[in-house]
């Protein structure tokens, strides 16, 4: 970054510290974060394996107050954190929240990005949120995180989307026209900027589009008055992975990337559409969504380094051979009071489990989960289990079918335990990984 720019993000962020949360406050119920956090959600995704966050190291680039930062030590629970922040407030103040909720060994730097190298170390996984869309190069910031990447190392990052940013960007030329971003943003401007979008009328496209009732100094800094923001497609989103020589591994809010998802009814698709779809690669199929359904302000995703994302085999292609030697594992997130509370409850009364309170894992149709799945999610809760023993105990569970009372076989209950798993497993749910 140019000086002057620097100084001006710089600036920003030392005088509104973001994000701007209590310090008392804490993720750890946040089970959505959590899990999106997790070294193990984003290495199974990468290759179906089950990784442990003991002794990895992971850093946070552009770690703020170090809120995210939290929920990083919270979901990888023995890893080594490190965050690096260009704002030395911020790092102050990252540095007392991670003290006062019991991590007083992460370890907290004031530097930017280009000197992640004076650091000596390689990282197992690199969360970088909120920051590349803030840099004039993005792509140096990339190849930077590659420099210090272990060789099976995961980075985590993110840009604007500017589809479903388009109305504030026409907000910040605004304010840049009228001269409120010259410097970094003051009571000055907070206090000009709403005088101007309160007066005017509520039919005025851009108020409709970006403004709110009661906008507080830190949405305005972080929308409006936001310094050096930037957007971007999903086409230069994979160009700039390409470029920083790492590979794309997923979005990590996969599931709610779905173009048939936007179907009043997808018995009744485009045919059209489908037929492009079926033959489009994985970013033209997020590219046709991004434009017909411009919801995710970002544009989150996971990769590194070329060569190691390996094929996977959906659940629902495997053979025999594979389910019998599987093991299935309940992931490490969903061990959580609320979720066992409700998961008991929906089993001792026959209701369905609404996972979709505790998961945003997908946007448009909520998730339950009914009679199968919870068992499954309750037998696995204390250990996890070969596929055939899940079916055997699924077996005692259900010993007839509840309509017709005729006795299940052990093929049976495989089977509907087969398509409990692929339902699941698709959701990050439940983790199956073969056997050596």
Known sequence: MTEEKVNKVREQFDNIPYPNIAIELTPKDDINTLFKFSLTTCQYKRSQKIVSPKGKIILDLGCG???LTLGLALANPEARIIGIDISSESIKFAKNRLAYHGFPNTEFYAMPFEDITSLNLTFDFIHCSDVLYLLPEP???MKVMRSVLSEQGIIQANLHSIHQRYYFYQGQKLC???GL????PTELEFSLIRDLMNSIDERVLLKTKSWNSDPTDSFLAANHLLQEDKGYTIPEMFQMIADADLEFISMINWNQWNIRDLYIDKNKPSEYLDMIIDAASVEEKLHIYDLLQPVNRLLDFWCC?????QPIIALSDWEDADWQNAKAYLHPQLKHPKIREALDQAIAYYAPFNIHVFLNINAA???SLYTASCACLH???EQPLSVIDLAKAWQKIKPRN????VEISEADALSEIKDTLIEMEFLALVLVQKLD
């Open 305 to 309: 380094h070329l060569g190691q994302v």
């Open 181 to 184: 971003m010259d410097d970094a």
């Open 176 to 178: 840049k026209y009228l």
């Open 139 to 141: 792509l140096e910031a």
């Open 365 to 367: 149709h909520p998730i």
């Open 402 to 405: 509840w309509l017709t009372q």
């Open 65 to 67: 107050t170090g809120w």
């Open 379 to 381: 037998l696995l809760w």
